[in-house]
């Protein structure tokens, strides 16, 4: 599986949806990814869930729960990497507003102008010269001018990466699972040091799906993705997604629109799909659910996708008596096999393997 991690990578990472994309183009792409999730995704996934009340309902009632990665276990989850001095470096060397030189070359060079009025619009230009010239010359700001803008810059630079930190958190709901049932880690954080259990998924048989009008068929991976974590020791980089933020925030303050669409929808699913080597042995894929990045908009915490049954239940080694009866008989009236797992005690290797209780 490390192997199609990797080609995954280099697949999404290679690939971009902008806003202003022609929509035949854009049905291209995301039906290509569709049709590569789909071959790559396994036909058995696992979740491991203690023996609460909530998870056992939701297992009785085939329920698939998500929730905001605020919630997860790692701090470093969904945390975006902001390099903010390359931001503020290039607003030093050319910052439109107040740059000496910027504004002289405008001034006389008219194709530099024209250059400048293709990537920012006419309006930009007009704006710009009539805020930082005098009389028909360029306004040479004092130091302390200069530094004042540099704070006002770093200020609202940390302002717009806190918030699309934030917003990345707030604005999805997910769903962790592992390609593995054996981890006894994951026994161990994810189901309660071994006294719960986890579920089979088939998620691969979800791509199409009978939502009973006729031959018009369905997905579950239509509005919601399901993609493989990467692992890396580098956080996902997303100072190109903040200094898109800071121009349009730039151009609104001078009472502009900015010209350019977003660069690339395929952004929020990106930035969720990144976790440490720390992690790798989880073997994590995720289902992802949007809900827009308006921090204005209450969401909520946790939704569920119904009538998501799984293939197979395990219960855990060390699963208490009363829950490994209660979680059989909605097995049983399920129709779907229940194993135990158990240490192998045969080999010497740390190692354990599923029994099937009949």
């Known amino acids: ?30 039906s290509d990814l569709f049709g590569y999730c789909k ?14 009340e909530n998870h056992i309902s939701a297992f009785e009632n085939d329920q698939l729960w998500l929730s905001k990665p605020l919630t997860f276990n790692d701090p470093h989850d969904s945390l975006l990497f902001v390099d903010k001095k390359k931001i503020l470096n290039k607003l030093k060397s050319v910052s439109p507003e107040y740059s000496f030189e910027h504004i002289e070359k405008l001034l006389k060079s008219t194709k530099y102008r024209k250059q400048v009025e293709e990537w920012f619009g006419q309006d930009f230009v007009n704006r710009i010269l009539k805020n930082a010239t005098h009389n028909g010359s360029p306004i040479l700001l004092a ?27 707030e604005a999805s709901l997910v769903a962790c699972f592992s390609e593995k049932v054996d981890i006894t880690l994951m026994w161990t954080h994810y189901s309660a040091n071994h006294t719960g259990f986890a579920l089979n998924y088939d998620f691969k048989s979800m791509y199409i799906i009978d939502i009973g009008q006729g031959k018009t068929m369905g997905s ?10 990467l692992y890396s020791d580098k956080r996902y980089d997303a100072t190109y997604y903040v200094e898109f933020h800071f121009m349009d925030d730039f151009f609104r303050h001078l009472g502009l629109k900015f010209p350019y669409p977003f660069y690339d929808k ?11 080597n720390d992690w790798a042995y989880e073997k994590e894929w995720r289902i992802i659910r949007q809900t827009g990045n308006n921090l204005d908009e209450q969401k909520p915490d946790h939704t569920h996708f119904p009538n998501i049954k799984p293939k197979e239940i395990y219960l855990g080694h060390k699963i208490s008596d009363e829950n490994k009866r209660s979680l059989i008989r909605i097995a049983r009236a399920k129709g779907i096999r229940v194993y135990q797992m158990d240490l192998e005690d045969s080999e010497r290797a740390y190692k354990m393997k599923p029994v099937e209780i009949k």
Do not use: W
């Open 39 to 52: 071959k790559i995704t396994p036909s058995s996934l696992f979740r491991y869930r203690s023996c609460t």
């Open 266 to 276: 395929l952004f929020y699913y990106k930035s969720l799909l990144f976790k440490s």
């Open 143 to 169: 130091p302390e001018h200069i530094e004042i803008q540099n704070r006002y810059h770093k200020y609202r630079i940390d302002l717009i990466t806190d918030l699309a930190k934030k917003s990345i958190k």
């Open 220 to 229: 579950l991976f239509v509005d919601n993705k399901i993609f493989p974590v």
């Open 1 to 30: 599986m490390k192997d199609i991690r990797n080609k995954f990578e280099q697949y999404i990472m290679g690939i971009e949806i902008p806003d202003d994309m022609e929509q035949k183009a854009e049905c291209k792409i995301v």
